[in-house]
């Protein structure tokens, strides 16, 4: 079994910053796709930015210039750096994973359990 543990969260003024971190642990071969979503009361849950184990990099228009997504392959790891931060950012934001637990089978994706992002002054 695999789990996401995510941190970060919390509450920041309109153009402040925050960094938000998933740590993937578990049987895990490789991970192919790391990435973070979010969801906003009411509304639905939305891809905020991915990467791939190579390094390349995917962003929702709404927040390309504000937000940075990283990982760390020898942790499991993905982050994500979020500047000039907008009430409009404010979510629940989600980290997944899209995990190889065996080689001869399909990856398989999993969730954590989220982290409150609120934007307010």
């Known amino acids: 079994q695999v789990q996401l543990v995510e941190s970060g969260g919390g509450l920041v003024q309109p153009g402040g910053s925050l960094r938000l971190s998933c740590a993937a642990s578990?049987?895990?071969?490789?991970?192919?796709?790391m990435g973070w979503y979010r969801q906003a009361p009411g509304k639905e849950r939305e891809l905020v930015a991915t990467?791939?184990?190579?390094?390349?990099?995917n962003y929702a228009d709404s927040v390309k210039g504000r937000f940075t997504i990283s990982r760390d392959n020898t942790k499991n790891t993905v982050y994500l750096q979020m500047n000039s931060l907008k009430p409009e950012d404010t979510a629940v934001y989600y980290c997944?994973?899209?995990?190889?637990?065996?080689?001869?089978?399909?990856?398989?994706?999993?969730w954590g359990q989220g982290t409150q992002v609120t934007v307010s002054s």
């Open positions: 997944n994973a899209m995990v190889v637990l065996d080689p001869r089978r399909y990856p398989t994706g999993y």
């Open positions: 578990g049987s895990i071969f490789r991970i192919n796709v």
């Open positions: 990467i791939i184990n190579s390094g390349i990099t």
